[in-house]
């Protein structure tokens, strides 16, 4: 009877390390995917910062109509969003990391027994 429980348990260990080990993998990928992501939303903003900021000067001289400077703001907006979404992914990816190695996980917190 000890030996099968004994077994049981090495099993679930092994089981729960593999699971641990697999997500500490998904998340380090998830990591360097979203830092890829981020690296070129950055050069993206950059180019609608410059290509806002050309639509200004154009409507200020009268060479752009005000649609031509909308549709380049709302264009830096949308790349700025998508730069806040890849740092958000890519910082919720550090947390995954976080809690596959183990951090955060309270050793000794008290359960509550039934007292059934």
Known sequence: MAAGVQAESVALYRQTLLTGLADAENALSA?????????????????????AELARLQYREGEADLLRLFDAEQRLVEAEDAHAVAVQERLEAFIDLYKATGGGVLVGTPTLISAG
């Open 31 to 51: 990591i360097e995917r979203s830092a890829l992501r981020e690296a070129l939303l950055v050069g993206i903003v950059a180019e609608a910062q410059r290509t």
